[in-house]
């Protein structure tokens, strides 16, 4: 297989975006890497022709013929890769035998995690018939069990069929045909964690709280979450984090048992969602940082960020990772109290430290974050771990 990319270039609203130089060839698992906004999930959409550029090529082809191809895109944010409610209508949709998938058959789409989504939405690509398949970010918000299988289970279909993963994760660099780097990064190791002090000022208080949804009950959680401390809800994929979290931030109706108890009124209360794509509906990233910090913080937002050219662009010329981490910085400026559900998810570890770093600023002003994880490695940096496991 061929992938050519020459001069490729697309214009977004106020915004053009280019995509690097690229000519290689490759038989089995071609892996992008790269800092968020390196172009890795406007590469993979245009092969999979979501996106036309403005100008120069991008071709994928086969070596033996010059016959342009197509591929079986999977995104990165799990959900909008299911267009029915039902899991069985998703799988005669793509084309794929049900066998294996008894389980989930019944299974409401709205009903399910991230995690699920994105392991169910990988393994459909993998056993559809198209002949290429490019996956973005394919193991992000799976649990390190889940990660590991999955990445075997990538590398074994390459075999058969060629693919192209877009990742920050290390676990494809032993099976990689090849790896190309979309821009320069040097190796950046994680941040240490620094655990804050105690502080007995409650905000939030959670009794025996139990989250159901349709025939799915999730586990209590009782928890306090103290001015200026940092706790990380950690589980496996369909535990229930998103839906504790999203429960407690007033979204959704979902039933639950027992109580929680905020000192907070809403307007001190921030929120980033598991999908950030769901926040963003305003014309610029301006406007956005005013939505979420106020309008009096939108040149410290673009500045902490190092966007100030940025400010009038479309937010959605941003690329999955930088979405997450403007939300993330816009509602540490301006609440008391965050809640977030897998900040870390699509982040390459530079982007990482900045969030963590950040983390800690807040933490040292007062502000309290509930943030969820479903790696250990992401849990580190609280000062308090409670388990769904």
């Not at 996106?51 to 197509?70: D, H, N, R, T, Y």
Request: with cysteine.
């Amino acid at each position: 297989m061929q992938l050519t990319v020459r001069g490729a270039s697309y214009k977004f609203r106020s915004n053009n975006v280019s995509l690097p130089d690229i000519d290689t060839s490759f038989t089995g698992l071609l892996v992008l890497k790269g800092r968020i906004g390196s172009g890795k999930t406007l590469l993979l959409k245009t092969i999979g022709g979501v996106f036309a550029p403005e100008s120069g090529i991008v071709q994928l082809s086969e070596l033996c013929s010059p016959k342009m191809i197509q591929g079986y895109f999977v995104h990165s944010q799990a959900e909008f890769n299911f267009i029915t409610g039902l899991i069985g209508d998703e799988l005669d949709f793509a084309g794929v035998s049900k066998a294996g998938f008894e389980r989930f058959l019944n299974r409401n789409v709205n009903e399910m995690s991230g995690g699920e989504l994105k392991a169910l939405s990988v393994h459909m690509a993998l056993l559809a018939a198209e002949d290429v398949v490019l996956l973005d970010e394919p193991l992000d918000m799976l649990d390190d069990a889940m990660a590991a299988e999955m990445a075997v289970f990538i590398a074994e279909s390459a075999k058969t069929k060629p693919i192209i993963v877009a990742t920050h994760d290390k676990h494809f660099d032993a099976y990689a045909d090849k790896i190309i780097h979309m821009d320069f990064n040097e190796l950046v190791e994680p941040i240490e964690p620094v655990k804050g002090e105690a502080n007995q000022d409650i905000l939030l208080e959670t009794k025996a709280l139990s989250v159901q949804l349709g025939q799915r009950s999730f586990p209590e959680v009782s928890l306090e979450l103290t001015q200026g401390e940092i706790v990380c809800l950690y589980g496996c994929n369909g535990c229930g984090k998103t839906l504790f979290t999203r429960t407690i931030a007033g979204i959704g109706r979902w039933s639950y048992l027992g109580s929680y108890d905020w000192q907070l009124p809403r307007a001190e209360r921030g929120v980033c969602l598991q999908f950030p794509e769901q926040m963003a509906y305003q014309e610029t990233i301006a406007d956005e940082i005013a939505d979420n910090a106020g309008k009096e913080n939108i040149d410290k937002v673009l500045d902490i960020l190092g966007w100030q050219e940025r400010g009038k662009h479309s937010p959605f010329s941003l690329s999955d990772g930088e979405k997450r981490t403007l939300y993330i910085i816009s509602l540490l400026v301006k609440n008391k109290a965050c809640i977030f559900d897998e900040p870390f998810a699509g982040l390459d570890q530079q982007s990482v430290n900045f969030i963590v770093e950040h983390f800690y600023k807040a933490r040292a002003r007062g502000i309290s974050i509930l943030y969820t994880a479903n790696r250990i490695a992401d849990s580190v940096y609280a000062d308090r771990v409670l388990s769904l496991s």
